[in-house]
């Protein structure tokens, strides 16, 4: 978000993020901004990762996700969504997290509600974009990742 008000100067950007916040956060907060009258031409969300290590599901994100998607359209605003990047690097990861974040970034893909997604799995599955975590992206992969906003 910093890099996009910084390349886009003459862009009003509001960003709404918490460290760790699931979908449901999100939904909250964009329902708490919408009541104080706040519209948007755009809305941006980069959403999943930590959904897919807090759930054994991806059904709640969906829902969760639904909800927050027909509250977008419905005030009018443009929908772009970017899935997490790779969690393939992250010691912890099993293949659980890994099918959850593909039919997570699947089911991104077709929803009808999206005007622009962003995949982001197979784009970012180089350890060397990430920070050694293996779970955050580095400075190099934020680049990638800035980069595939800009194409948008």
């Known amino acids: 978000v910093e890099r996009y008000i910084r390349k886009c100067c003459n862009s009003k950007v ?3 993020a918490q460290v760790g916040a699931k979908s449901e956060w999100v939904l909250e907060k964009y329902k708490e901004d ?6 948007y031409k ?8 930590n959904d897919v290590f807090a759930r054994k599901s991806t059904e709640q994100t969906k829902r969760n996700l639904s909800e927050l998607f027909r509250l ?7 929908l772009l969504v ?3 990047p790779s969690v393939s690097f992250y010691p912890v990861s099993d293949e659980t997290h890994l099918s959850l974040s593909n039919d997570l970034e699947k089911w991104l893909s077709e929803n009808k509600k999206i005007d622009k997604f962003i995949p982001l799995i197979k784009k970012t599955n180089n350890a060397s974009l990430f920070q050694s975590d293996g779970l955050h992206i580095n400075s190099k992969g934020q680049d990638l990742v800035f980069n595939e906003l800009l194409k948008s």
């Open 82 to 84: 970017m899935s997490s």
């Open 72 to 78: 977008v359209k419905s005030n009018g605003s443009k």
């Open 14 to 16: 509001k960003k709404i």
């Open 42 to 49: 755009w809305v941006s969300v980069m959403i999943g990762v």
């Open 34 to 39: 919408l009541s104080k009258g706040n519209t």
